[in-house]
């Protein structure tokens, strides 16, 4: 039998009233705060086309906005259009976010915005292909790599989009691993306390974990993100695993069902509120199926068969494109990435040239920005002779 909750009728009411007159209480984030590196320019907003509408724009016009399409989840090396891919994934954590916002009175611009840009940093070969990056990094240099770490600098490094620091601190902070009953924003005061977040991060490697959203904005789209793929992963997992034998905690068992209740638990208690919450219950049951996923499904022998062979063609990219940038041209890190990054609109933009980046930070942003067809071509191509080498689950297999 279904488990659809609702409103209760009592918040609903008031809801229904408060919209009509205009009485409701709104923690939005003003856009007349919102900063950026550069003021002054074409990026400042008007009465048409606000602050966080052009950080949208910016986003979804980003040149790795694209490659979204073929970075997988969950499920990597399967020929099957039906899997997710990050570009669903991001969708559906902005119409829930938004979906949230939209009764809470919140900024949904801002929203769109964060959850559009949160996972442009990731890795090829979805959490697998992010820990053995992670692992390569902190060998050759002692600093640590995260997708929503990269994510920010994707867009406010790699290619200097002049992103608002609000809808950067959202990236960054939006750690949908950790989970919390209630998300309170932790207050940011300007780009150097941004900046001094991102170092740490990189220094260590836990520091992300520990970041609070500084809006309501980014609460909202934190905890939309676990909510995302929480139930979309167990609907993947169905095709291929043949699970189903999920438990319903009581926020039950599929998709429609979790997205639903949590959606409707937080609006119930977090309506007219400074923060984002849900019940005991709901948060309980929300970590409870967290972990059957890992158990049923991250933690399946047939999702991770392939992590070993991938974690070995990511070493041999990586000290062969190391040893290519000390090398003379040609080689794909310079005509692939290299000139691709420095694109005239960029290159004019940037306070540093490129090329002059740390050797092992540009195989790093090289690395991440690789769809996964793209990474297992240019492992092929770099390495015709090599053992290691994966091959597609197709469709009639």
């Keep these: 039998m279904a488990n659809y909750e609702e409103l209760s009728k009592k918040l609903s009411k008031r809801m229904e009233l408060e919209q009509k007159d205009g009485s409701f209480t709104s923690f939005a984030f003003d856009e007349g705060k919102a900063l950026r590196r550069k003021s002054g320019t074409h990026d400042n907003a008007n009465v048409w086309r606000t602050a966080f509408i052009r950080d949208i724009d910016k986003i979804i016009n980003c040149p790795y906005y694209n490659r979204y399409t073929d970075k997988t989840q969950v499920f990597s090396l399967y020929k099957n259009d039906d899997l997710t891919r990050r570009a669903l994934h991001v969708q559906l954590v902005s119409r829930i976010a938004r979906t949230i916002g939209k009764a809470l009175h919140l900024n949904l611009d801002l929203i769109e915005a964060i959850a559009l840009g949160h996972d442009i940093g990731h890795t090829p070969f ?4 992010e820990r053995f990056l992670d692992k390569l990094y902190a060998e050759h240099t002692g600093r640590r790599f995260a997708h929503n770490v990269h994510s920010v600098r994707v867009l406010d490094g790699i290619f200097p989009l002049n992103i608002s620091l609000q809808t950067l601190n959202g990236i960054i902070s939006h750690n949908g691993e950790m989970e919390l009953d209630a998300y309170l924003p932790a207050p940011l005061e300007d780009f150097n306390a941004f900046d001094s977040q991102v170092e740490n991060c990189y220094l260590d ?39 189903d034998g999920f438990v319903d905690y009581g926020i039950g068992k599929i998709n429609a069902e979790i ?8 609006i119930e208690h977090s309506y007219g509120q400074n923060y984002i919450k849900m019940d005991e219950a709901h948060f309980n049951a929300l970590k409870s199926a967290k972990m059957e996923n890992y158990q049923m499904i991250y933690g399946n022998a047939q999702v991770k068969e392939a992590d070993e062979t991938l974690a070995l063609m990511m070493e041999e990219l990586y000290e062969k494109l190391l040893l290519d940038l000390s090398s003379s041209r040609p080689s794909p890190i310079f005509s692939h990435h290299i000139d691709y990054v420095n694109q005239p609109y960029y290159k004019a933009r940037r306070l540093s040239a490129y090329e002059d980046t740390e050797k092992n930070q540009i195989v790093v942003d090289y690395i991440a920005s690789m769809t996964d067809d793209y990474f297992i071509d240019l492992h092929a191509y770099l390495f015709p002779k090599s053992k290691h080498k994966i091959t597609y689950k197709g469709y009639f297999d």
Aim: include cysteine; hydrophobic fraction near 45%; proline fraction near 2%.
């Design 126 to 129: 979805g959490h697998a292909g």
């Design 205 to 243: 490697g836990e520091a992300v974990k520990k970041l609070i959203p500084c809006t309501l904005e980014g609460c909202v789209v934190r905890v939309s993100d676990i909510i995302a793929y929480l139930g979309k992963d167990r609907h993947d997992a169905e095709k291929l695993l043949a699970h």
């Design 259 to 266: 997205v639903n209740n949590l959606m409707v638990n937080i």
